[in-house]
Every structure is written in C-alpha cells, then in structure tokens.
C-alpha cells in the first residue's frame, strides 16, 4: 500500500514546518468546539428554527461542515498519503462516503445516535490507526497488514455516526426531515470534494521534492499526535460532562 520509509532512527526528530503548523493548530488555535464533530452554534439555532423543505441551506450546512471539519480533513489526508493514482483515491474516498452518508441518513432518520463523546473520541482513534497503518507499525508489529479498504469503510460509518448523534440533539423538525438530509448529504460529498481536492494538490506539490520521503514517516506521527488530542479532548470531556 505504501513504500518502504527510511529508518525511522535516521529521520528527524521535528517535521517540516507544514506538519509542525498542523499540530499546533489542532492544539492550540481552534475553538472548544473544533474538536468535536459539531454543527457550530449559529447553524444550530438555525436548524432548531426552521421546518419545511430547505434543500439550498442544508446543501450549503453539509458542505460547510465537511470543509471545517477538521477530524474528516485528518483522516481524508491519512487515507491518501500514500495514493498516487486517481483510482485508487477515488476507491478509497468512495468507500469513506459510502460510510459516512449511510450512517448519517440512518441515524437521524431512525433517531438512532450514540454519545457524541464516545463517538468523536473514536473519530480521533480512526485518525491515530490510519497514521500507524501509513507508518507500516501493523506489519511490524503484528507480521500482517489489515485490510484498509474495510477499515475505510468502518470508519466511515464511525465518522457518519458522530454528526447524526449532533444532528439528533439539535431536534431536527421531522417536517421535510427526508429531503433536508439528502441535500445536507449532497452538501456533505461536495465539500469532501472540496476538501480532497485542496489535499491532492499540495500533496501532489510536496512529493514532488525531496522531503516527501524524508518527512513522511515524521508526517506521520505528527497526524497520529492529533488524532490522540482529539480522542482525550473527549474522552475527557465524556467524564467530566
């Protein structure tokens, strides 16, 4: 799936400063709120408020989300690290979709959520388990290599999880419920698209030049320490909610 990464006692101890600025900015530079997978507050007195059919604004709420989605932009980016073809990405991502628009249709359509800090402190997790699969640690540590295109699609469905469990507290009006998830789904793919295409370019930038296989590995890790900020930051705030 990936290539063979230089030793990891001969890599650097500190990435370049793209990957340094990441971790940072999860840290530090976002709101409460940016680490769980949420509506922001506007948007959610919005969706409190109206009923009735409004396909244009939940189109723009979906994309919205998706693009300020920073647990989605994580595991997008960890997902296609290490993808050079078009097909292959389009696999991947279609899967990741697949995932997440079943789960977010079914759970708020059932009313069916899961604690929004259990489900978000998994989403970290998804972040923290694709770092380690891009860094080869399976293989190593196990002798065998999970199949990522499953675990792709299982965490897609944890991902969809954690925004109908914040659409179900926001007591969505069951008028034109159907209609207002398919456009916020719609807007969901479009700002996955977005999102995927920003990736795809400054990644395709960086592998051109020496540093993409000198700080792939330290990338790596860099990914992995956000995933674990953003999984304690819930699982603290689970026990102290």
């Known amino acids: ?48 408020e109206i009923s009735g059919v409004h396909l244009m604004s939940f189109l723009y709420l979906g994309a919205k989300h998706m693009v300020t989605g920073y647990d989605h932009i994580l595991f997008l980016l960890g997902v296609i690290f290490f993808l050079y073809r078009m097909k292959d990405i389009g696999i991947y991502v279609s899967l990741f979709a697949i995932g997440h628009s079943t789960t977010m249709l079914a759970g708020v359509y059932f009313n069916f959520g899961i604690n929004s800090y259990i ?43 954690g925004l109908s469990s914040k659409i179900l507290d926001y007591e969505i009006s069951p008028d034109g419920l159907l209609p207002n998830l398919l456009a916020f789904n719609v807007g969901v793919e479009i700002g ?48 102290l909610a």
């Open 119 to 161: 489900i978000d402190a998994i989403i970290g997790l998804s972040i923290v388990y694709k770092a380690l699969d891009n860094m080869g640690a399976y293989q190593r540590w196990f002798g065998f290599q999970p199949d990522t295109k499953a675990a792709t699609l299982i965490f897609g469905f944890c991902h969809g999880f």
């Open 1 to 48: 799936m990936h290539p063979e990464l230089p030793n990891p006692a001969a890599r650097p101890a500190i990435t370049g400063p793209i990957f340094a600025a990441l971790l940072a900015a999860v840290a530090f530079a976002f709101p409460g709120e940016a680490f769980a997978h949420a509506v922001a507050e506007g948007d959610k007195g919005y969706i409190q």
């Open 192 to 239: 996955q698209l977005l999102a995927l295409g920003a990736i795809l370019i400054a990644m395709g930038f960086w592998r051109r030049t020496p540093s993409f296989l000198k700080y792939a590995y330290t990338a790596n890790v860099v990914m992995m320490a956000a995933g674990f900020l953003l999984a304690g930051y819930q699982i603290t705030g689970y026990f």
